[in-house]
Structure formats: structure tokens, C-alpha cells
């Protein structure tokens, strides 16, 4: 799987839209691109994914660059609740392959 | 969608002694399941892929001898620990493919042992 590039942690408001970039410039043409996030002392949950068009769905919307190179997950209208370890992860969809976290992004959405 | 329950969601054990994680398919079968790990503020590290009627395939560095794992039906895996050391102490997670290519994660298991 591609090896991907998060910021370790970003601020948000309340209500604005929450940006969450990553880099993943040596994807392979059939690999994916997913979300996951994990909320404190919780399993992960899927957000998202897709492999060139953007995507979105009612939790999010995914846009990717056209050399897919990188992407960007979007919260339209953070809350509190949005508060969150954000993976992005990239693999080719193939049954049976885990996912391989990295680092990811802690989101805090303050008030 | 989808759902994956693991049980317990929090253990507390004396060192030398076993424990059994259950992870659960609910409204789906899982021919593959994994087990992860995660240490405090670190990331999930996976420790083994649980086949369905086959032997886990364990990841470099994970000892299958200490973490058992059956995956007897479509709908239940199990992680048990034996000889827990408070080394062991972590918290533990399942996951299982769904319809499609998405995974779905229990919620997890905190193991502190004394």
C-alpha cells in the first residue's frame, strides 16, 4: 500500500467546514483512497472513499487532485463531535486486504 | 450498515491469567476478520488476519502462541490472550469486511493488566 502524508493535528470551529489534507504521491493507479476516523477509546469508523472523481456522501465529501497525488477530506459543518484521529489511507481494493494505519490527523473542533 | 460487536469493552486481569476477546459479525458473514493493537497515542498496528475454518496468519514480531485466535463460523472470531503480562496491556480492536470493500471496526477492548 501507498504510504501517505497527514498534518498531526488541526484546530477547527464550530460549525466551519473542517479541511483535512493527504499526500499519497506514489499511489498506484488501482488504489483507493479511504477515510477512517477514530473517536477517543473507539473503533475506527469508515468516513469515505474513492479512486479518481470526488466523492459525497452525508458524513463528508472527498475531493482528489486529478493526478492523484493527494486528497482532501472535507467536513462541511464540524461539531464537537466531529473530535477525531482522521486516517487517511490508500489500497487497492481487493478482498481480504486489511487496512494499514498511519499517524493520521487529530482533529479538535472547539467552540 | 454493518455492524461488528466485540465483547467486553474493558478487562482487568491478573498478570498469568487468560483472556478471551469475542468479536461478532452481526448482520453479515466475515470470512476474513482482523486484530489490531493500539498503544496510547499511537496508531493501530495490526497483529493477525483470522481466517474462517483455517490458522490466523500472524504479522512479524506477534507471537501466535500468546495470542490465540479461532475463527470458528462466519460470524465470530475470537483473541484470547494467555499468560497476560502488563505488557500486554493495550487496547485491542476488531475489524471485518463488509458487503463491498469496506471495513467495519468493533468498538474495542481495553485490557489493563495488573
Known amino acids: 500500500d501507498a504510504k501517505t502524508t497527514q498534518p498531526t493535528s488541526m484546530d477547527c470551529a464550530e460549525g466551519r467546514a473542517a479541511n483535512l489534507p493527504c499526500n499519497h504521491s506514489t499511489i498506484s493507479g488501482n488504489e483507493y483512497v479511504y477515510w477512517y476516523r477514530q473517536i477517543h477509546s473507539q473503533g475506527p469508523q469508515y468516513i469515505i472513499h474513492g479512486l479518481k472523481n470526488n466523492e459525497t456522501n452525508e458524513m463528508a465529501s472527498l475531493i482528489i487532485t486529478e493526478d492523484r497525488k493527494s486528497s482532501t477530506l472535507i467536513l462541511p459543518h464540524a461539531t464537537l463531535r466531529d473530535t477525531a484521529v482522521y486516517y487517511c489511507i490508500v489500497r487497492v481494493e481487493d478482498a481480504g486486504n486489511m487496512l494499514t494505519f498511519g499517524g493520521g490527523t487529530r482533529l479538535m473542533v472547539k467552540p | 450498515g454493518a455492524v461488528v460487536s466485540q465483547h467486553p469493552s474493558w478487562v482487568i486481569c491478573k498478570s498469568g491469567t487468560s483472556v478471551k476477546i469475542e468479536c461478532r459479525s452481526l448482520?453479515?458473514?466475515?470470512?476474513?476478520m482482523f486484530w489490531y493493537r493500539q498503544f496510547p497515542k499511537q496508531s493501530l498496528m495490526l497483529m493477525a488476519t483470522?481466517?474462517?475454518?483455517?490458522?490466523?496468519?500472524?504479522e512479524q514480531g506477534v507471537e501466535k502462541d500468546k495470542f490465540l485466535i479461532n475463527h470458528a463460523s462466519l460470524t465470530l472470531s475470537t483473541l484470547t490472550v494467555t499468560s497476560a503480562h502488563p505488557e500486554d496491556s493495550s487496547f485491542y480492536i476488531c475489524?471485518?469486511?463488509?458487503?463491498?470493500?469496506?471495513?467495519?471496526f468493533g468498538s474495542g477492548t481495553q485490557l489493563s493488566v495488573l
Open positions: 448482520d453479515f458473514q466475515a470470512t476474513t
Open positions: 483470522s481466517n474462517e475454518g483455517s490458522k490466523a496468519t500472524y
Open positions: 475489524s471485518a469486511r463488509g458487503t463491498g470493500e469496506k471495513l467495519f
